[in-house]
Structure formats: C-alpha cells, structure tokens
C-alpha cells in the first residue's frame, strides 16, 4: 500500500539501524539461557537481578555474533503480567527491540499512525553512559522497544551488569557463529491479517 492510503507521511521520523536483541519472558530464565548457550552457541553477556538490585524480574541476556537474546522471570509470585503472558503464550518472545537514530520521533510517529503506547519515551543511566528507549505494541501481545544508544559504552543497557565467567559446557561443542537477524515474523489468528 502506498503511505498515503494508510495516513502515513512518505518523510521517515528516524531510521532504524537494526534489531537490539530480541527479550524474551521465560518461566526459567537461567535455564533459558543455559539452554541457548550449550545447544545454540549463546554466551552470557549481561546480567540483572537480586545482585545488581533488582528485587522483581531476573534477566540473562545473551550474545552470539550480533545477535542478543534477553531472557526475564519473575522472581516472586504473583506478577501478573508474567502469568497473563505465560496464560496466553508461555515462554516467548514478548518484546522485539529496534536500535534507531531518533526513539522520540519515531515513536511518536508510531503512535500517531495507531500504535498502542506501552511506555513513553524515557532515559536509562549508569556510569557507562545513557540510552533512551521507548515502547510500544502495534498488534497481538508483542511489545516493540526503540532504543536509542549513542555514547552508551557498556556491555548490553544501562544497570545490567557484565558476565565475565565462561560457561565450561560452552566449549564442549563446535562453534555456531550468528552474524544478525535478518527478520523476524509476527504470526496473526486466522483470517486476521487484512483487520492489523
């Protein structure tokens, strides 16, 4: 369809530069991430949780060439979120998160051509830099971060803190080299595609 049928000007708000990683909301999440290591040649980048602070949801995140997987759980019982997630969807992918060069344009745009707003743009700080991310769902549960890094010089975001340990397993097996993701498809319900 051309943009002006969908209301959409033909000027971008920004560009995107490419996926930032792919989050997923998993009922394990150290197992998850153990899982990604040894069978898909993963290895731990990041963490958060109880250590760095984080009372609430647990997160590994994940690397293998440029491709990161972010892996959350949630620490105490009843998070709600979680369990209407895991209701409806089990272990997932709940948000696919874009780098691009302008979060507050783009996601403005977004919501403006119809996109749901699940967070408004704000700003992550530590002492390796600032990264400004927004959020948003345009169909279905998937949420759809922007995240914007300039000047960030740490390992994955802001509060996550470095993995240094190897995982022994790893080395067991031959290396999978992942270069990035070249797409990702949102699945629709039967007879859905033409109402998103």
Known sequence: FPGQELGIAAEPAGHFKKFHHCHFWVGNAVQAATY???????????????????????THVLRNGGVIFAFSSPLNPGNKDFAQWFERSGDGVKDVCFEVD?????????????????????????ENGTVLMATIRTYGDTWHTFVQSEGFHGTFLPNFRPVEETDPVVGAFPATQLEFIDHIVGNQDWDQMLDV
Request: glycine share 8%; hydrophobic share 35%; net charge negative.
């Open 36 to 58: 990604y290591s040894t069978r898909f040649g993963f290895e731990r980048v990041a963490y958060r949780g109880l250590e760095t602070g984080h009372r609430d949801v647990v």
């Open 102 to 126: 302008d979060v507050r344009a783009i996601y403005e745009k977004a919501v403006a051509a119809g996109a749901e707003s699940i967070r408004e743009p704000w700003e992550e700080t530590d």
